[in-house]
């Protein structure tokens, strides 16, 4: 099968991938009074007495909105509003089918963050939490941050923390297997955008002292003025050695290399100045920065991806719709780097000690428990 052309003809027959389906039936009068004038009434003066009501009486606690401005799609770049359109209509399906969260996917013809930082708190009355989605970096960091201090509901931006729980629950199970710790082992992280940020933050927050992060340009150093605001705090934080250089020199010596950066650029020459065991994390789609066979053929230990066609796979699915179902339950307001943790600890949990092998390391995005482990992480 053409995956590529099948997507295009499913997508232009069906216009799209979500619909909007009432919940009650309007087929009288008497249902029409009920569900609008003069019988909406009711709810809507009620809400106006205690705001706290729209929870009951309307969709606002089981719904969310996935908002992007695309600029920032995976694989694509700086496509528009309507390009990266698909993606959160996507997004919104995978909300529903995985976790029965409804979600509307929003595309906004603004790239200023201050100006959606303002349209998403003028629409936020209606949802329960905002799914930020394909939003360039630095500016998504802003708008998060933003949001998060603003808003009673929770924000949360998929390219960051989808991946970054997603990576720790992998690192996780992975360091059982060659028997290292956190604290202990040296990551150079490659690509210095959304994701390889967040995914130092949140690695440092579970215990890691020695991550190394790269761009094009090289290994971050602290006092680079040359680094975005983002960049120059994760760069205080990180490379306490000070190591200098580009790529194949960087990466020598590491125990984990994580790429979330584009493919090819890894070689099995590379892999074999890593230390025994190493761990590859080649997540450029859809091309990985290392093939899985390249990355054996150079001594790598355990190689994982982004893709389903490989082994391992590390996918952000195995991490939003569980969030939200969680967030929205639980009316929790602020996802902390705890909740991050515990669903990062509950995911590589559902891997049995019996099981888990170099093969192995990270449950399948349609285990039927994932959501349920994220959820709960959320509720402790």
Same mark, same amino acid.
């Given at each position: 099968?053409?995956?590529?052309?099948?997507?295009?003809?499913?997508?232009?027959?069906?216009?799209?991938?979500?619909?909007?389906?009432?919940?009650?039936?309007?087929?009288?009068?008497?249902?029409?009074?009920?569900?609008?004038?003069?019988?909406?009434?009711?709810?809507?003066?009620?809400?106006?007495?205690?705001?706290?009501?729209?929870?009951?009486?309307?969709?606002?606690?089981?719904?969310?909105?996935?908002?992007?401005?695309?600029?920032?799609?995976?694989?694509?770049?700086?496509?528009?509003?309507?390009?990266?359109?698909?993606?959160?209509?996507?997004?919104?399906?995978?909300?529903?089918?995985?976790?029965?969260?409804?979600?509307?996917?929003?595309?906004?013809?603004?790239?200023?963050?201050?100006?959606?930082?303002?349209?998403?708190?003028?629409?936020?009355?209606?949802?329960?939490?905002?799914?930020?989605?394909?939003?360039?970096?630095?500016?998504?960091?802003?708008?998060?941050?933003?949001?998060?201090?603003?808003?009673?509901?929770?924000?949360?931006?998929?390219?960051?923390?989808?991946?970054?729980?997603?990576?720790?629950?992998?690192?996780? /199970?992975?360091?059982?297997? %060659?028997? *290292?710790?956190? $604290?202990? @082992? #040296?990551?150079?992280?490659?690509?210095? =955008?959304? !994701?390889?940020?967040?995914?130092?933050?949140?690695?440092?927050?579970?215990?890691?002292?020695?991550?190394?992060?790269?761009?094009?340009?090289?290994?971050?150093?602290?006092?680079?003025?040359?680094?975005?605001?983002?960049?120059?705090?994760?760069?205080?934080?990180? /490379?306490?050695?000070?190591? %200098?250089? *580009?790529?194949? $020199?960087? @990466? #020598?010596?590491?125990?984990?290399?994580? =790429?979330? !950066?584009?493919?090819?650029?890894?070689?099995?020459?590379?892999?074999?100045?890593?230390?025994?065991?190493?761990?590859?994390?080649?997540?450029?789609?859809?091309?990985?920065?290392?093939?899985?066979?390249?990355?054996?053929?150079?001594?790598?230990?355990?190689?994982?991806?982004?893709?389903?066609?490989?082994?391992?796979?590390?996918?952000?699915?195995?991490?939003?719709?569980?969030?939200?179902?969680?967030?929205?339950?639980?009316?929790?307001?602020?996802?902390?780097?705890?909740?991050?943790?515990?669903?990062?600890?509950?995911?590589?949990?559902?891997?049995?000690?019996?099981?888990?092998?170099?093969?192995?390391?990270?449950?399948?995005?349609?285990?039927?428990?994932?959501?349920?482990?994220?959820?709960?992480?959320?509720?402790?």
């Amino acid at each position: 099968m053409d995956v590529k052309q099948e997507s295009l003809r499913l997508h232009k027959e069906k216009m799209g991938e979500i619909e909007i389906k009432g919940k009650f039936n309007v087929e009288n009068k008497e249902d029409l009074s009920i569900v609008y004038t003069p019988g909406v009434a009711a709810p809507c003066l009620e809400i106006a007495a205690d705001k706290e009501k729209v929870y009951d009486y309307t969709l606002k606690g089981r719904t969310i909105a996935v908002i992007t401005n695309g600029t920032a799609v995976l694989g694509l770049g700086d496509i528009g509003p309507e390009g990266g359109l698909p993606v959160v209509e996507a997004k919104a399906l995978l909300h529903k089918e995985f976790a029965g969260v409804d979600a509307f996917p929003i595309a906004l013809n603004e790239n200023d963050p201050d100006k959606i930082v303002e349209i998403c708190k003028s629409i936020a009355p209606g949802f329960g939490g905002i799914h930020l989605e394909d939003i360039k970096a630095p500016e998504c960091f802003k708008i998060e941050e933003r949001l998060i201090k603003e808003l009673d509901i929770p924000v949360y931006h998929d390219d960051q923390h989808g991946t970054s729980i997603a990576v720790l629950a992998g690192l996780f /199970n992975s360091l059982k297997i %060659v028997d *290292k710790k956190i $604290e202990d @082992i #040296k990551i150079l992280i490659n690509g210095a =955008g959304a !994701s390889g940020i967040a995914i130092a933050k949140l690695l440092i927050a579970a215990g890691a002292k020695n991550i190394v992060l790269a761009d094009i340009n090289g290994a971050l150093v602290a006092g680079d003025n040359s680094l975005n605001e983002p960049q120059k705090e994760i760069a205080a934080m990180t /490379n306490k050695e000070r190591e %200098v250089g *580009k790529l194949e $020199e960087i @990466i #020598k010596n590491k125990d984990v290399f994580i =790429g979330v !950066s584009v493919g090819n650029i890894v070689t099995k020459e590379m892999i074999q100045t890593m230390n025994k065991d190493s761990i590859i994390f080649a997540l450029a789609n859809p091309i990985p920065e290392i093939l899985p066979s390249e990355a054996k053929k150079g001594g790598a230990r355990i190689v994982s991806t982004g893709r389903g066609d490989f082994k391992n796979q590390v996918n952000n699915l195995l991490v939003f719709p569980g969030i939200f179902k969680g967030a929205l339950k639980g009316r929790v307001t602020n996802i902390t780097d705890e909740m991050k943790i515990n669903a990062a600890k509950g995911i590589a949990s559902l891997i049995s000690s019996k099981d888990l092998n170099e093969d192995n390391i990270i449950p399948s995005v349609f285990n039927k428990e994932v959501v349920d482990v994220v959820a709960n992480s959320l509720l402790k």
